[in-house]
């Protein structure tokens, strides 16, 4: 398990729960499952299950001891909204977000309609707090309506995440979004991101006033690529 993130936009990871099942093209190579099983059957190992979804109540108030304020990426190694992950163990996990309130709490899903309908049963007649940020994954055109998911959910803060980008968006719509976040795959077999693809991404955010941030290029590794875009690097970030 992850504390320390080595990721530019994060923190700290967060996982209370581990394991997930792919739903979209997007989790063809997914990092995780990579990571996880190669650690699968060895005794005594965070992932000797592998992938499999495994829930860790002993993590539950791992942010609660976390005294430093910090940006948590949550789950970094599942989706929080997984169908077989019991809603009361869920509101474990939003309970403790609530009332570590010191941190920033990312959340990132591609199962856009079960993460509106959780926001919207628990935050029923207000919104999330403004340190819990949620978002979506949309890798090309045909996850597009994900982003309007989001825009309905009662989300503290929202942002999108290109991750990875595997195709064009057309006619992106950035309004009420407040973050923009995008990267290229990495690993093996890992898709090529085309410039064509990030640019337009890039602009409509200058466009709406989002700020954009562009983790990768990625390719063989995450880190072979570089980070620059049109000879510069983009680190965006909200007023968290």
Same mark, same amino acid.
């Given at each position: ?27 063809? #190579?997914c990092? @995780?499952? &990579?990571?996880?099983? !190669?650690? *699968?059957?060895?005794?005594?190992? %965070? ?62 899903t591609k #199962?856009?309609? @079960?993460? &509106?309908?959780?926001? !919207?049963? *628990?935050?029923?007649?207000?919104? %999330?707090?403004?340190?819990?940020w ?36 057309d ?19 890992a898709?090529?991101?085309?410039? @064509?693809?990030?640019?337009?991404? !890039?602009? *409509? ?9 562009f ?12 980070r ?6 983009h680190d965006?970030?909200p007023?968290?």
């Amino acid at each position: 398990m992850n504390v320390n993130s080595a990721t530019e936009c994060t923190d700290a990871t967060w996982n209370p729960v581990t394991g997930c099942t792919k739903i979209s093209q997007g989790c063809d #190579r997914c990092y @995780a499952e &990579r990571f996880a099983e !190669r650690w *699968r059957g060895g005794p005594g190992y %965070a992932y000797e299950q592998g992938f499999d979804l495994q829930l860790w109540p002993n993590r539950l108030d791992q942010p609660s001891r976390w005294r430093k304020p910090r940006k948590i990426f949550v789950n970094s190694m599942s989706d929080l909204f997984h169908k077989d992950i019991e809603r009361g163990f869920l509101d474990r996990i939003f309970d403790t977000m609530e009332q570590a309130d010191w941190h920033r709490y990312q959340i990132l899903t591609k #199962r856009n309609s @079960a993460m &509106r309908d959780y926001l !919207r049963a *628990r935050y029923a007649d207000r919104r %999330a707090p403004d340190h819990i940020w949620c978002s979506v994954t949309v890798e090309d055109q045909r996850a597009a309506q994900r982003i309007e998911h989001l825009r309905d959910a009662p989300a503290g803060g929202r942002f999108r995440s290109p991750e990875p980008l595997l195709g064009p968006l057309d006619a992106l719509d950035l309004s009420g979004i407040s973050w923009v976040i995008a990267r290229g795959e990495s690993g093996p077999g890992a898709r090529p991101l085309k410039k @064509a693809w990030i640019l337009p991404i !890039r602009d *409509r955010g200058v466009r709406f006033g989002v700020p954009f941030f562009f983790k990768q290029w990625g390719v063989r590794t995450p880190k072979a690529g570089g980070r620059e875009l049109d000879g510069r690097v983009h680190d965006g970030m909200p007023g968290f």
